[in-house]
């Protein structure tokens, strides 16, 4: 299960998301804060397009094995291993005892909200190019026991360490990601099934992003707030 001319693309396109996200991010801050998100979404989409289309084939065959016998089971206990994402993300938090630098507080203007909601469509697809490339390709790919354990740590590492624009460049609040990253291996390492990851992920994130961003555009039109 050597990695081929396509698995160096595909490890290859989260880090360029990135870098061009930043330059972005930076773009917005100074010129049209709107136009910068909605230009980061297009870079991140057309990430998500490339890794679908390099992995179509593998995704094929792994959901025809996911949904075989009680398909509905696995959706489940899926469920389940999502609420035991987020007990490990609060508990972690707990113990580092630590305040997150997150900016939360928006005025709520008709363009606020629209951003929210563009900025929340990226975490919803990010699983997708997110597990290819820290579960399939940075873990499940390596055969050697030692390889795998070595490949266990630097991935979740690694899958942290994405995050750090989420929390104003501060490494040390994405330890819990790091930690989800970890549990995240673990679930690959059990199923042995990426649709596995990408649900649990999935469902992850929606609660986190796009959840919330769709019940405050609710809430706006109703007037609510």
């Known amino acids: 299960m050597g990695w081929n001319k396509k698995d160096f693309i595909g490890v290859s396109i989260i880090p360029i998301e ?3 996200g930043t330059v972005l991010g930076q773009f917005s801050l100074e010129k049209n804060q709107l136009l910068g998100i909605t230009l980061s979404l297009g870079i991140f989409l057309t990430g998500f397009l490339v890794m679908i289309w390099l992995y179509k084939d593998f995704l094929s ?17 899926n469920a389940l291993l999502v ?27 008709n363009a606020m909200v629209s951003m929210m909601l563009i900025g929340s469509i990226q975490p919803f697809i990010a699983p997708f190019a997110e597990e290819l490339t820290f579960r399939y390709l940075l873990f499940g790919k390596f055969n ?28 040390i609040q994405t330890i819990p990601y ?29 609660i986190n992003s796009i959840v919330p961003a769709i019940t405050i555009v609710v809430m706006k039109l109703i007037g609510a707030v």
């Not at 942290?160 to 929390?167: E, M, Q, T």
């Open 18 to 20: 990135i870098l061009l």
């Open 83 to 109: 609420l035991g994402a987020f007990g490990i993300l609060s508990l972690t938090r707990s113990l580092m005892d630590k305040p997150l630098s997150v900016n939360d507080t928006y005025s709520l203007s």
């Open 178 to 206: 790091m930690i989800i990253g970890a549990y995240f291996a673990v679930i690959y390492l059990v199923y042995k099934n990426i649709w596995s990851n990408i649900i649990v992920h999935w469902i992850f994130n929606s």
């Open 144 to 171: 050697s026991t030692l390889l795998k354990l070595l490949m266990f740590f630097v991935s979740s590492i690694l899958f942290g360490l994405i995050h750090i624009n989420n929390f104003n460049g501060d490494w």
């Open 61 to 77: 065959s792994q959901w025809k094995h996911y949904k075989q016998n009680k398909l509905w089971i696995k959706l489940f206990f």
